[in-house]
Each structure stands twice: as C-alpha cells, then as structure tokens.
DNA sequence: AGCATTATTGATCGTATGATCAACAAGCTT
DNA sequence: AAGCTTGTTGATCATACGATCAATAATGCT
C-alpha cells in the first residue's frame, strides 16, 4: 500500500546489522529493564523478522548478558576517564560520591538491580555481573590506595590489603543508596551530605573534604 | 492404582485452605524467587489444581505482592522485638548492624532485590514495597532518635528532623551490602567492622561502640 | 435420607516466549 | 547475464503463563 510499508528489510554486512541489534538491546533495557529483551521485541526495534535476531545470537540469555556488559561497562569506563582528569584522590573520591549519587543514572542502576536477579537464572549473566563488579571495586581501590599513600586518608588499625574491602564496602553502600532512589525518591535530604560523611568515617578523611560541593 | 495417589484433594475450610496457598507461596518466593510464583507452581505445591489458586486469589499480582509483605513484615517485626529485650540505642544499633549482615537473610535478601525490580510492572507490589521500607525506616529512625536524645550519638549540626535522613541512609547501605554479598562472596573481610566504622561516622558514635562483638 | 451449598476440578482460550529451518532474494563474483 | 553465496523471512513447534467457567463431588443442613 503505503509508501512507507517496507517488506523486507535492506540487506546489511553482518557487523552492521549485529551493531543494530545490540543497539536495539540496549535501548530496550534501559528503556524496559533486561526482561524486555525478547527475540520479537528486538526484531520489531531493529524492523527485523525475528528469526535474524536469533541468527546473529547464540541464544537470548547471551544477549541479555552481553546488553548488560555493554551497559555497565561504558558507564564505568566513562567514570574511570572522568577520574583521571582529577588532581588527586580526595577530589576523585567526592567526585564518585557525588556522581553516582545525582540520580542522572537511574536507568543504568535499574539494570544492576536487575541482573541481581536475573543472574540467579542465567549462568552467562551472573559471571558478567561479578565481572563488572570487579571493574568497579578496582576503580575505587585504586582510588582508595592512592589516597592513603598520599596520606589523604588514614585508615587508622587496618592492614594493608584494606583497600580492597573498603573499596567493597563503599561501592555496596552506593549501590544500595542507588537503588533505594529507584523505588523512593522522596524522604531523603541531604543524601549526599550523609554518604560523604560515612565514607569519611571509613577511610579516616577530614570531615566534609568529601562534601560535594554545590555547583 | 497406588494409594499414593489422590484424584482429588480433600475438602478443606476457606480459611485454611487460604492459608495453605499463601504460604506455599511463601516457600516458592523464598526458595526460587517471586517470579517463580505462578498458579501452577503454587497449585501443584499445594497439591491442588490451578483454578482453585485462582478462586482464592484475585489475581497473580497480588498474590506475589501479598508474599512480598509477608516474608518481610516478619522479619521486620522479628528484628524489631529482639531490639526491644536490648537496653539501649547503642546496642540496639550494633545488634541491627550485625543481624542483618550476618548472611542468615540471604532468602529474605533475594526477595527484596527482586520485589525492587517486579515493582516496575506490578503496582500493588510497588505499593507494598514503599510500605515495607517505610516500616524499617521507622524502626531504624526510632533507635538513632533515642541515641541522640540520650546522648549516645552525636549528629553535630544536623538539624533535628535528620534522623529520618539518616536513617534512609542506614538502611541503604545495609540493603547495598547484604545484595551485593548475593552475588559475591568472597573479597570482603570484616563487613560488619567496615560499616559499623561507616555508621559510626555518620551517627557520630565512639568509635568502636557499634562493633559487633564475637560471639 | 435428601437437599442445598460450595470447595474443587480440569479443560479451554488467548497470549507470549525461545528456538528452528526451509524457502526466498539481494548482491557479489565470474 | 548467469550463478552462487548468504542475509533475511515468517511460519512452525513446544512450552508456559493468567484467567475463566461449566461440571463435579464433598460437606453440612433440614
């Protein structure tokens, strides 16, 4: 009929099409959530019959994991290139703080809380969750060891080898705060006043030279 | 053929029949997730056909969202009155500190995360969920007003009204933490001597007081 | 004992999912 | 231009889901 009904899709070099699809998997996650990731529904977003879905995917559990890799890895990579740009491991540690906690990221927290879950039922994902989790705990015990050699952070009695904790425990408080902004929004003031101020309890910081400063 | 087998349940009283239902979808919830809370599961656990799960439930939404409140009201009410045997807000913090991170909830754990996400498309959940966080952040609010008030802790110069604030807080890195050790186990020593540093820091307590003790 | 009530069944409908594959056609090579 | 490679289709299968409802049988009441 119409001009605009097309029946069969434009031949594309399998890279291009295989970015197209990715691309369509990633939008609908963090649009959606990972669950929305089905055959069909990738298929009818690239405008594609969804049996080529399948062709350029071993199965949908790989392209949920790979959607979620592709996800969490950019935004981790983005933050890590933004912390390098800063002079030193106090204005780095803020910055994180601050960052992650502007709620500008809702979507990719959404997809983290997801893959909890999701994980349990799909082997692929559960080792690319943990492996994500691992670049991010680096992330922030570079950070951490960088300021206690500096002497910006004194971690008091701990042993060495402590970074590596602190740096878990400080990325699983920020992703509970996170997640807790998914589901409530109001009733917290001051989220980030309160966060920095733990942090500078854990890694024995001056009190407010993690305070984000209001820009 | 075998006496094993039942053509028919036996007839039971609505009331107990409820009750069998809603706690075989309990055991579902806990055991293989929300999700898996289906009216053929539920049915089959039960020993029972699909459509009476219906006819006691108005729909499957609702059932998952009434588990949700039952599995965690319990465990909010259950915490909440071994704080009461406990003599002060210090210990009252340590103990909530400590139980809660002690890995015993992993169960219970997974059904928050879960809830988290399934609240997207299930609005009676969604409800419940904000209502069940609402009932823990009065619990946590209650103790770290009682901590100020006697003298116990020292929140410096937060305004009065910032126990609700810091309690949200409290209970987003408790929440944090305990997911995280969902999918990872290993990498963290002394959990609880990090956040209790970390809450330390934040209530402004002595350092050290809200250190769970080896038992 | 007979009857009315109601707990219970299980088949059925509509929908959605992942996976598979023979058939088709676009584009490249010869 | 002919032929071959391969990107693409869409129908199909097996499975699972929530929901509905007429039929059935057990229970309690008269």
Redesign the interface.
Known sequence: MSSTTQKRATRKSPAERAAEITEAARGIALEQ?L?AITLRNVASRVGVASGLVAHYQPNVDALVAGTFTAIVAAETEEVAGMLAALPGPVERLAFLLGTLMDGSRLDVT?VW??A??L??RNEAL?GC??EQ?DAW?AVLQRVVEDGVAGGHFDTGDLEAG?A???A??I???????T??S???WG?????GT??A??????VGAARGSLQVSAR
Chains 1, 2 share one sequence.
């Open positions: 959530g669950s959404a809380v997801e909890w879950t994980g349990r559960a969750v943990r989790m705990q402590d590596a904790s602190l878990w425990q990325l699983g408080m920020i992703d509970g705060l997640a807790q998914l589901v409530r009733g917290v003031s001051d989220r309160h966060l101020r733990a942090v500078e309890g854990m």
